[in-house]
């Protein structure tokens, strides 16, 4: 998301804005440092289930070193999101009723190998259920992988368990959820095209292609999958989702489409042709720059919706102080204008900086890392705000990094306008004095499931707050010495 063109120069003392916070939840802490929010946290059977706006959830007890209750803010970012069918229930638990096999196949916070090759062994010479069983013992795997945050290993899990028991409908939704999670919308309808096959009536199948389509941005497509889904099974999630489908199904009724090498457009009337040609040429441009700073390159095109002012708040209803938003989509008002400004050509390089960051970080780039490189990559710099940030820090008023790393929506205006200060700040150091391939490196990290303070110590040997001690001086040093 992206503050209005309007920058507002904050006032002293901003920071106490933030004494209001929103609703508080249950944290689940991980040994590898990773934080997981969530509404509800109970334990059952050696495995801690949590639940969340997205779904019900379950982990093993060996990967949690503990809870925090009353602590966590929800992750409103991911509300209505997409989620796994539920580890405790559904057909892949058919293979392993009394969960034998998933307990011996990953005990003692790792996997047993040893064990799963024996079963491997089993099913190639036929053995009655080593099949299932070497299927079984895969998935186990493929849910302490994602467990760890690691999805590229447990997608890589959950594709053996399919070679062994390949008609096993939550096999190939998980398999599917886990390309959504890669933003690789394509193979996820391929895996959950063939679960509907086995499990014509299943509710996860459809909620989980909902979002495929969305996120492909063929929003009726996405309405027809979750009404679906619905008809199968009450789910306030997808309703909610289906609901924003709507509005944007009814608002885009009439829109023109058009698309490029990485982009699919729709706009409305009021912008014209030449608008939006010019639009797709400088996100292309755009996309090449952040492709080369990032070293990365999302899969699939990425959507974007050109709005009337009106239409942007109608539909997103975003806070007053977003100037454009990104949730899956670009969403960008444009109206008024027949060319592209330097002001608008840098609102898209932002936006599109988000779309990058989620797809490479798998969706767990802390907010302040996110906002903080868009800002730096469309060209902003700490300057104007460098004394008062110095200023907060030296009065012991700067607000902790750790305490930005969730979702910005509740924000008001200058508490938003320091959030966006303080982050670009932090990241213009990091870039600055270790430059964009330890940043890379970061994120990379985060993507494999280390929490944002454990990245940062395994890339640049500190802490929050060294990183922090650091971007003052840097503000000190470059802007006032």
Not at 39 to 54: M, P, S
Not at 117 to 144: N, T, V, W
Not at 363 to 377: F, K, R, S, T
Request: hydrophobic letters at 40%; proline letters at 5%.
């Amino acid at each position: 998301m992206r503050r209005a063109a309007s920058r507002l120069l904050f006032l002293f003392p901003w920071v106490l804005l933030f004494a209001a916070g929103p609703l508080i939840a249950d944290t689940i802490v991980l040994k590898n440092g990773r934080r997981i929010w969530a509404t509800r946290v109970f334990e059952k059977d050696g495995k801690i289930g949590y639940e969340t706006a997205t779904g019900s959830f379950s982990l093993s007890a060996v990967l949690v070193d503990h809870i925090d209750r009353g602590t966590g803010e929800p992750d409103s970012e991911f509300s209505a999101s997409i989620a796994p069918p539920s580890t405790e229930a559904g057909p892949a638990r058919e293979l392993d009723p009394a969960g034998e096999i998933s307990r011996r196949a990953v005990h003692d916070g790792a996997i047993d190998r040893e064990y799963i090759a024996i079963l491997e062994i089993d099913a190639r010479q036929g053995k009655p259920e080593s099949g299932d069983a070497a299927a079984m013992a895969h998935h186990a795997a493929a849910q302490f992988e994602l467990g760890r945050g690691d999805i590229e290993k447990a997608l890589g899990e959950e594709k053996a368990a399919l070679i062994y028991a390949p008609e096993q409908p939550g096999l190939l939704m998980t398999a599917g959820y886990l390309h959504l999670r890669l933003s690789e919308y394509k193979q996820a309808l391929n895996y959950l095209e063939k679960a509907r096959l086995l499990a014509p009536h299943s509710p996860d199948v459809a909620k989980l292609a909902g979002w495929a389509y969305y996120r492909s941005n063929k929003i009726e497509d996405a309405v027809r999958e979750w009404k679906r889904s619905l008809a199968l099974r009450a789910d306030p999630d997808v309703q909610a989702a289906l609901d924003k489908a709507l509005r944007d199904k009814q608002e885009e009724a009439n829109y023109a489409e058009n698309e490029s090498a990485h982009f699919t457009l729709k706009y409305s009337g009021e912008a014209a042709p030449e608008l939006a040609r010019a639009v797709l040429r400088t996100l292309e441009g755009h996309f090449s720059s952040v492709e080369a700073a990032l070293n990365y390159t999302p899969p699939d095109r990425i959507g974007v919706v050109l709005y009337t002012q009106q239409a942007f708040g109608d539909i997103t209803r975003a806070p007053g102080w977003a100037g454009a938003l990104n949730d899956g989509r670009l969403r960008i008002p444009v109206q008024g204008l027949s060319s592209v400004s330097p002001e608008l050509s840098r609102v898209l390089k932002h936006e599109l900086t988000h779309s990058f960051l989620t797809q490479t970080s798998r969706g767990l780039c802390p907010v302040w890392l996110n906002e903080g490189l868009a800002q730096y990559l469309e060209g902003a710099r700490s300057g104007m705000e460098a004394a008062a940030l110095i200023r907060a820090y030296e009065e012991k008023q700067a607000k902790p990094l750790n305490s930005l790393e969730g979702s910005w929506m509740n924000l008001q205006g200058e508490e938003a306008n320091y959030a966006y200060a303080w982050s670009l700040a932090n990241v213009e150091y990091l870039v600055q004095t270790d430059g964009m391939a330890d940043v890379v490196r970061i994120l990379d990290r985060i993507a494999a499931g280390r929490s944002t303070e454990h990245a940062l110590r395994d890339v640049l040997r500190g802490d929050y707050g060294d990183v922090t001690a650091g971007a003052v001086a840097y503000l000190r040093q470059t802007y006032a010495p």
